[in-house]
T-cell receptor
């Protein structure tokens, strides 16, 4: 089946550095993507979204890049902080109201 | 700002019992999505509702049913609970077209013993 996947299961960065988390999707019909973070035992927290008619979207300290040619998403976190430590998921909406989540990437921020 | 409200936060049930989970979307949001996330697993899409009608269906077991009410809140009913139903169940809501204002709830932690 079609799926969304993350390239790296674990990412460790130094506090203050920039983090880049990658995601590959396989459904070319997907027109909406989101990134969210999830802390242990908690519900997911929306970070940023992007539609397929955009290549880049910026939020506060976060940027999402979408490369439709290679079906790739990335989440960039600037000046990573200890509070950014969590599991990050990408998800795609391939039409209708369904959602496909990929395997998460755990981000460790070292002080 | 109002968020997506889920109740209860935690629920413990015995095998073969029933459970009802509730989701209150952000005001004026007309779409609700339900997801199941087992321990250490990716979330799995269960079902969604748009304007009180089922809009899409994912991997929802036949033992589960859901509906969206006139006030747009939604309930997930789970019967004949099994140990494998233990998971975090979270919902999300959005406005009109897919994704606008997409917001997650904090989830209900269901434990079946």
């Amino acid at each position: 089946g079609e799926s969304v996947g993350l390239h790296l299961p674990t990412l460790s960065v130094q506090e203050g550095d920039n983090s880049i988390i990658n995601c590959a999707y396989s459904n070319s019909a997907s027109d909406y993507f989101i990134w969210y973070k999830q802390e242990s035992g908690k519900g997911p927290q929306f970070i940023i979204d992007i539609r397929s008619n955009m290549d880049k979207r910026q939020g506060q300290r976060v940027t999402v890049l979408l490369n439709k040619t290679v079906k790739h998403l990335s989440l960039q976190i600037a000046a990573t902080q200890p509070g950014d430590s969590a599991v990050y998921f990408c998800a795609e909406f391939p039409g209708g109201f369904k959602t496909i989540f990929g395997a998460g990437t755990r981000l460790f921020v070292k002080a | 700002a109002a968020g997506v409200i889920q109740s209860p936060r935690h629920l413990i049930k015995e095998k073969r019992e029933t459970a009802t989970l509730k989701c209150y979307p952000i005001p004026r949001h007309d779409t609700v999505y339900w997801y199941q996330q087992g321990p250490g697993q990716d979330p799995q899409f269960l079902i969604s509702f748009y304007e009180k009608m089922q809009s899409d269906k994912g991997s929802i077991p036949d033992r589960f049913s859901a509906q969206q009410f006139s006030d747009y809140h939604s309930e997930l009913n789970m019967s004949s609970l099994e140990l494998g139903d233990s998971a975090l169940y979270f919902c999300a809501s959005s406005l009109r077209q897919l994704g606008y204002g997409y917001t997650f709830g904090s989830g209900t932690r269901l434990t079946v013993v």
